[in-house]
C-alpha cells in the first residue's frame, strides 16, 4: 500500500489518543478496566487492546494522574476501579486545548481541501 493511501487507523482515532480519551471517561465517574476498554473503542480507538490499556492505566497511576483500588464482585474475581485525580483533571483541559487547536487546523486544512479545483485530476 503507498504511503498516500495507507492508514495506522483502520478508520480509527490513533492509539495516541486514548490517554485523553481514559482521562475524560474518568472525569465521567469512577470505572474498571473492561468498561474503560469497550467505551473507548465506542470513541473511536477501534484498536484498543486489554494489554495495552492496563499500561496506560498503571503509566497514568504512576503520573498520580488516576488512582485505583481493588473492589470486590459478585459476578467474579474482584475488580480494579479507577478514579480521575486533581492532577487528572488538569492533564484533561491541557489535552482538552490541544485537542482545539488540532481542531482548527484540521479544519482549515479539510475546508482548504474541498475548494481545489479539479481534485480528481490532482491523482
Do not use: F
Not at 469497550?38 to 494489554?51: F, L, S
Not at 498503571?58 to 503520573?63: D, P
Amino acid at each position: 500500500m503507498s504511503p498516500a493511501t495507507s492508514r495506522d487507523t483502520n478508520g480509527a482515532l490513533p492509539r495516541h489518543y486514548l490517554k485523553p480519551c481514559l482521562l475524560l471517561l474518568l472525569a465521567e465517574g469512577p470505572s474498571h478496566g473492561y468498561e474503560l476498554l469497550e467505551h473507548v473503542r465506542n470513541m473511536g480507538i477501534k484498536g484498543a487492546e486489554p494489554g495495552g490499556l492496563y499500561r496506560y492505566l498503571r503509566s497514568m497511576e504512576k503520573e498520580e494522574l488516576v488512582s485505583s483500588w481493588w473492589e470486590p464482585s459478585q459476578a467474579g474475581p474482584a475488580r480494579r476501579t479507577y478514579v480521575l485525580t486533581d492532577e487528572g483533571a488538569a492533564a484533561l483541559e491541557v489535552s482538552v486545548g490541544s485537542l482545539r487547536d488540532v481542531r482548527e487546523i484540521l479544519v482549515s486544512l479539510l475546508d482548504r481541501y474541498d475548494e481545489l479545483p479539479a481534485k480528481s485530476s490532482a491523482h
